[in-house]
């Protein structure tokens, strides 16, 4: 169905020609405003050596575009009761994967590699849920999948946590693990006036280039994770204290590790970079 128009009259039709009604219980929230989409296709920048894969569709407004300027796009979708309106959308776009299941119980790496040809470029894409934003983003970005960038929509808060940089109130587990995976950037804020039906809190399109990662990279990633997550388990804390708590260890035992990574044991775990955390990581070792 080529040219379907999601401004906010047509879509308020579509639904009611499919029957469908937005469920809270899914976060979903149908993006209606064509500045805001024209803005993440922008930012995608897919080509015909790009495949573009998208989770949670809803009623296929990016799927469209994607469709129409990527080589192939794999769309994953949960609610299974969007299957006759994404396929009244989609008809006749040959280039569309779409699979209903939960990304979260899925082998994604298993859906898009048989797409995938030597000189392609990976891309995801979406507008994420905001009750499962984080554990879809790092589903993906946590793969072996040879991901090039990200261009998400999610909550402005989550946007701000994802972009803060060491020092800052949002500066957490959030922080180090998307920008352990790329340069992140906010490209900008949208208002809750861009969606069907909005929701009550603004939301922001967020840019991982996943080809500029930081260039210390850790030996023993899960070793890595653990550590963030132990350091932030208690931000009050001195690092010292926290590492004890969140690894099990005696505090004795953190603080010789700590201090041979060349950091203050008293130090809080907002003040460390990426680095600082990799340097932690491989006094732990593996």
Same mark, same amino acid.
């Given at each position: 169905?080529?040219?379907?128009?999601?401004?906010?009259?047509?879509?308020?039709?579509?639904?009611?020609?499919?029957?469908?009604?937005?469920?809270?219980?899914?976060?979903?929230?149908?993006?209606?405003?064509?500045?805001?989409? /024209?803005?993440? +296709? $922008? %930012?995608?920048?897919?080509? *015909?050596?790009? &495949?573009?894969?998208?989770?949670?569709?809803?009623? =296929? @407004?990016?799927?469209?575009?994607?469709?129409?300027?990527?080589?192939?796009?794999?769309?994953?979708?949960?609610?299974?009761?969007?299957?006759?309106?994404?396929?009244?959308?989609?008809?006749?776009?040959?280039?569309?994967?779409?699979?209903?299941?939960?990304?979260?119980?899925?082998?994604?790496?298993?859906?898009?590699?048989?797409?995938?040809?030597?000189?392609?470029?990976?891309?995801?894409?979406?507008?994420?849920?905001?009750?499962?934003?984080?554990?879809?983003?790092?589903?993906?970005?946590?793969?072996?999948?040879?991901?090039?960038?990200?261009?998400?929509?999610?909550?402005?808060?989550?946007? /701000?946590?994802? +972009? $803060? %940089?060491?020092?800052?109130? *949002?500066?957490? &587990?959030?922080?180090?693990?998307?920008?352990?995976? =790329? @340069?992140?950037?906010?490209?900008?804020?949208?208002?809750?006036?861009?969606?069907?039906?909005?929701?009550?809190?603004?939301?922001?399109?967020?840019?991982?280039?996943?080809?500029?990662?930081?260039?210390?990279?850790?030996?023993?990633?899960?070793?890595?994770?653990?550590?963030?997550?132990?350091?932030?388990?208690?931000?009050?804390?001195?690092?010292?204290?926290?590492?004890?708590?969140?690894?099990?260890?005696?505090?004795?035992?953190?603080?010789?590790?700590?201090?041979?990574?060349?950091?203050?044991?008293?130090?809080?775990?907002?003040?460390?970079?990426?680095?600082?955390?990799?340097?932690?990581?491989?006094?732990?070792?593996?």
């Amino acid at each position: 169905m080529a040219g379907v128009d999601f401004g906010p009259r047509a879509t308020k039709e579509l639904l009611r020609q499919y029957g469908v009604i937005a469920k809270k219980q899914l976060g979903q929230n149908f993006l209606i405003d064509a500045r805001v989409l /024209d803005g993440i +296709v $922008a %930012a995608v920048n897919a080509d *015909d050596h790009t &495949v573009a894969l998208e989770v949670g569709p809803g009623l =296929g @407004a990016l799927t469209t575009q994607l469709a129409e300027r990527a080589r192939q796009v794999v769309a994953i979708e949960k609610d299974e009761t969007l299957r006759p309106l994404l396929g009244g959308v989609l008809a006749g776009q040959g280039n569309v994967e779409l699979v209903f299941a939960d990304c979260l119980k899925v082998d994604i790496e298993t859906l898009v590699s048989p797409f995938l040809q030597e000189d392609d470029d990976l891309v995801f894409a979406a507008n994420l849920p905001y009750y499962v934003t984080t554990p879809i983003l790092f589903a993906v970005l946590e793969s072996k999948l040879p991901l090039r960038r990200a261009v998400v929509m999610v909550q402005r808060e989550v946007a /701000d946590r994802m +972009v $803060a %940089a060491p020092g800052g109130k *949002d500066y957490g &587990v959030l922080s180090v693990g998307v920008q352990y995976r =790329g @340069a992140v950037q906010r490209l900008f804020v949208v208002p809750p006036s861009a969606f069907l039906p909005q929701p009550g809190v603004e939301s922001a399109v967020v840019l991982i280039d996943c080809e500029h990662r930081p260039p210390l990279r850790a030996p023993d990633e899960e070793t890595f994770f653990r550590v963030v997550r132990a350091a932030f388990s208690t931000r009050r804390k001195t690092l010292e204290n926290a590492l004890a708590g969140g690894l099990g260890i005696a505090k004795l035992e953190a603080a010789d590790l700590i201090r041979r990574a060349g950091l203050n044991p008293s130090a809080r775990a907002e003040a460390l970079s990426i680095e600082d955390f990799v340097r932690l990581a491989e006094q732990m070792g593996p």
